[in-house]
């Protein structure tokens, strides 16, 4: 079950990746709620999936060439602990910041609980600093 636990965490994480195709209701359960750390706006907390489809639809009008690279995954029980990196390139408007046609990489982390072959909850921390530094928006 770990195995599969994981391999669904890394699905919605994919999710942030450019060209992504894949179907939320596989992987997300309906009453979804995901504990996003506050964005550079500070208006991001509890998101509903929902709210959640609508933040990665932000994700990718700002940021195109948007890859995912799983550094590390821990399973126990019904949680998934994944450590990762993103890379994008930011084509499109970000936060109110224009775009600057820079590449960014930052690394997070994230939690899932996974009830019944979805995942329920997810709890999600980022490097924001870092990834404003690279943008060239401090």
Request: hydrophobic share 40%.
């Amino acid at each position: 079950m770990s195995e599969l636990n994981k391999q669904l965490a890394r699905r919605s994480l994919e999710f942030w990746a450019s060209g992504n195709g894949d179907d939320v209701n596989e992987v997300f359960a309906a009453t979804y709620v995901n504990h996003q750390e506050p964005s550079i706006e500070g208006d991001v907390k509890d998101l509903n999936l929902v709210d959640w489809q609508a933040l990665v639809a932000g994700h990718h009008a700002a940021f195109s060439q948007s890859r995912v690279r799983i550094l590390m995954q821990i399973a126990e029980e019904d949680l998934v602990a994944t450590r990762w990196e993103f890379s994008v390139l930011h084509t499109g408007e970000y936060a109110g910041h224009e775009p600057t046609g820079k590449t960014a990489v930052w690394i997070g982390m994230e939690i899932d609980r996974i009830r019944d072959g979805r995942i329920v909850e997810s709890w999600v921390d980022w490097d924001k600093y870092r990834q404003l530094e690279m943008l060239g928006l401090l």
